[in-house]
């Protein structure tokens, strides 16, 4: 017999090898990288069965106004699509994950180089339209793929003052929504996710795909992770939520275009954090003000110290309250889905202080607004540019998959979270009524 090696039986036609020699945490490293079918996080709702590269498989549910926009791209179909990472790129160990981006990157606020009153990109534009009063503005007759330098400044300083704007009607290649990702920050690169066949940065927003690959979405379980979507992990994207909360330098600027829109439904909602900071009492703001959060990661990884201890998540520390570099205005950052703590209170005062926090976001539709993709022009797509520092968003998955909805999607990472204590509110810094509490 080999030196530190003995074969357990584990069933009648399968062997486990353990090697006594080789560090038991590197073992089950190795067993993850090489079985597609292990998977860390055992949630019984998302059994994915999708295999690293380009799948063929999704070929067979792709749109023709997709496919026609990957083809006019020269994204090569004939290896599959959508691409997933290899599995070894995944990380297993919470130090792995914790080693990607861990270091400061450099980053432009390109909206605090921006005219703020925005005449090239307003000034060119052949209608503006605010869509709510405190939220969401759409540019009409613009392309994005053709804004210059200037109008791209300006276009981040909307979206820094409105927290998401919207373009119908528009040409856009994944590598030409890719550049313009670039152009505002720092490219998140997500090791897990899928993405365009051979353009990692251009995350795939599909659930029909996840749903052809084994996905338990349905009418009736789609929204239970509103609740709480650790213990009733969400199926898509329909909590409330910011993107990528529990990087160093979480997401800025976030790009979604939608090229394969249902007729109706599927709509997208998004939630102001200025709206929401506005929301509290001066008393209760003071509370707040300089406090700490801990904030999760979605996906999970194994403790290295205790390999068989179960999924553990990537816990990060920013502001609970924290400051727009460019606006300079007060936001409320957390999310249900991915805020676990607020430090320095007990834990029961933290949850409850929480759940009034999410509740203020989730139940103000006077700081939300719910932007219907619907197409108006064929070959052609819609596109929402977001700042996930001011915002909150969720899908909804109305439509149940009875029309194609495909969408492909861009993160800028921006800053580290700061909360500057001589920050103003938006309204406080806009001039209107504050309200006293007697
Ligand atoms: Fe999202």
Known sequence: MTTGTETVSVKDNSSLSIVNDIPIDQQIENLIRAHNDLKITNNGNLKLRINPGPDPEGLKILSKSTRERLEADNIDLSVGYPETPPRAEIPVYLDQAYAIRAEDAPYIERAKNADPEKKALLGAAKEVIHLTKNVGTEIVGLQLADLTDQQKDELALLVAERVVVFFRDQKLLPSEQLELGKYLGNIEYHPQTTHVTGLPGNSVIWNDYFALKGVNINYENNNLGNWDS????????????????????????????????????????????????????????KFLDGKKAVYVSAHAYLDREDPLGGPKRIERVHPLVRTHPATGWKSLFINRAMTRRIIGVSPVESDLILNYLFDIYEKNADIQVRFKWSPTKEGYGTSAIWDNRISQHRSVWDNEGAESRHGTRVTSLAEVPFFDPESKSQREALGKPIHQWE
């Open 230 to 285: 650790l213990r009733y992990p969400a199926r898509g994207t329909q909590v409330w939520h910011t993107d990528l909360v529990h990087e160093h330098q979480p997401a800025g600027y976030t790009h979604l275009h939608i090229d394969s829109v249902p007729t109706t439904g599927d709509d997208t909602l998004w939630a102001s954090g200025y709206g929401a900071y506005d929301k509290l009492s001066d008393e209760f703001k």
